[in-house]
C-alpha cells in the first residue's frame, strides 16, 4: 500500500501535521524522506529496509547493495545514505565535535569518532591533537591497514604533534570485526610511542580502540 492509498488523515505527513514528530515510527519517517518509490511503495520499502537491517546495519551496505535492496531504485538509495551520513554528522557534532569541548575521558574520543570509524572496512589509526588544556586542535590519520610496529612510523606520528605545536596527543582505531579487545601489536605501538612521547615531551595520553558498539582504552587497562 502506497502513501496516496492510506486515508488522507492517516498518511504520515498529516500525522505529523497534526501529532508532531515524535508520533511516527521510524518507517513513517523514511517514507516521507525519501518521498516517492520507483519500483515500490515507499510505505513498504521503509518497513521491509528497516525490519531486515535497521538503521545500524543499512550503513554498512553500499551503494550497489543498497540500490538491489531498493529494487533497482538508486535514487532511494542515495537518499538513504545521505541521510544516515547526515545523521552521524549531527550526532558527532551533538556529543562533542573538535573544539566543541575539552576531552576528559575515553569515552569521549570513542563518540567524537564512533560513527566515522566502527563501520570500516580496514584498520585506521588516527592522533587527537590536544593543547594544555585538552582541548581538540586537530586531527590527523596517520597510518591505514593492520596495525604492526614496524609499518607505524613514529616520525610520521611525532611530525604532525610537532607541526600543531601539540602539547599531548591520543592514539585512536578501529577494529573491523567488531571486537575492540587489544591485540599485542596495539600494546606495543601504544608503549613504544608512550617511551618516545616521555622523551620528547609530547605525552601520549591514552589509546583508544573502536569497536561496533563499544571500546577499550589504554590508560583504564594498564
Not at 596495525?147 to 592514539?171: C, D, G, M, T
Request: charged fraction near 30%.
Amino acid at each position: 500500500m502506497g502513501i496516496l492509498d492510506l486515508p488522507w488523515f492517516d498518511r504520515p505527513g498529516e500525522r505529523l501535521k497534526q501529532k508532531g514528530v515524535e508520533v511516527l515510527s521510524s518507517s513513517d519517517l523514511l517514507a516521507i524522506l525519501l518521498g516517492k518509490g520507483k519500483n515500490e511503495s515507499v510505505m513498504a520499502l521503509s518497513s521491509r529496509l528497516l525490519s531486515k537491517y535497521d538503521f545500524d546495519n543499512l550503513e554498512g551496505l553500499s551503494l550497489e547493495e543498497l540500490t538491489v535492496e531498493c529494487k533497482g531504485d538508486k535514487v532511494s538509495a542515495l537518499k538513504i545514505l545521505s541521510l544516515i551520513e547526515i545523521s552521524k554528522r549531527y550526532h558527532k557534532k551533538l556529543v562533542g565535535g573538535y573544539g566543541k569541548k575539552i576531552i576528559t575521558s575515553a569515552k569521549d574520543v570513542y563518540n567524537m569518532f564512533s560513527d566515522e570509524m566502527r563501520n570500516l572496512k580496514q584498520e585506521v589509526l588516527k592522533i587527537v591533537l590536544l593543547d594544555t588544556k585538552n582541548n581538540v586542535i586537530g586531527v590527523k590519520e596517520v597510518s591505514k591497514g593492520t596495525l604492526n610496529a614496524s609499518l607505524v612510523h613514529p616520525r610520521e606520528v611525532f611530525k604532525e604533534a610537532i607541526k600543531a605545536s601539540a602539547f599531548s596527543f591520543i592514539l585512536v582505531h578501529n577494529h573491523p570485526s567488531g571486537d575492540c579487545s587489544p591485540s599485542d601489536e596495539d600494546i606495543l605501538v601504544t608503549e613504544k610511542l608512550s617511551k618516545l612521547g616521555d622523551e620528547l615531551g609530547i605525552k601520549v595520553l591514552d589509546h583508544v580502540i573502536v569497536g561496533k558498539d563499544k571500546y577499550w582504552n589504554w590508560r583504564e587497562n594498564n
